[in-house]
């Protein structure tokens, strides 16, 4: 007979890390910058209105909120979307759990406050290496950080 760990012993593997866990203990001890996800489909729509950096892997939306939106004005907040178009759901998978890690990394740097950040996957011919993605992410977050800054 063969023991079973209790729930509260049985360790999660990386991927059922909650994201908003994730990230707040990647954030630097200077950036108390609260990150949180977004999850309401209204929220998507709007940020879809937002700037846009395009690579090859990803899009990259950014949506300032309005003054008179609920969540505070320092809170950065992040989406991903994958569509089937990208492949199966190992590959939709593969592909949130990287951009997940990749804003865990960029965002408490260099996300914007107040900005809603949208990662859209997009179908490539190869896996891009994970250093690639994330020198085009910061890239683009300065990129629409200087693009917002003109529109106000």
């Known amino acids: 007979m ?16 909650d994201a908003k866990r994730l990230l707040s203990d990647s954030a630097p001890a200077e950036s108390n910058r609260p990150i949180e996800v977004i999850r309401k489909r209204a929220d998507f729509l709007a940020a879809n209105r ?9 899009v990259l939306l950014a949506h300032k909120r309005r003054d008179t939106h609920p ?3 320092q809170t ?8 089937k178009k990208i ?5 939709r998978n ?7 890690a990749l804003l865990a990394q960029a965002l408490p740097g260099h996300g914007i406050t107040g900005v809603d950040h949208i ?21 683009g977050l300065n ?7 003109q529109r106000c």
């Open 2 to 17: 063969t023991a079973r760990a209790e729930p509260s012993e049985a360790r999660l593997s990386p991927d059922h890390i």
């Open 50 to 58: 937002g700037k846009r950096f395009v690579t090859a892997n990803f």
């Open 143 to 149: 990129h629409l950080a200087k693009k917002l800054a």
């Open 87 to 91: 492949g199966n759901a190992v590959a």
């Open 94 to 100: 593969r592909m949130k759990r990287r951009f997940r």
């Open 76 to 83: 950065i907040r992040f989406g991903i979307t994958v569509t």
């Open 119 to 139: 990662m859209i996957g997009r179908k490539a011919d190869t896996e891009a290496d994970f250093a690639t993605m994330k020198a085009d992410l910061e890239k």
């Open 71 to 73: 969540i505070p004005e």
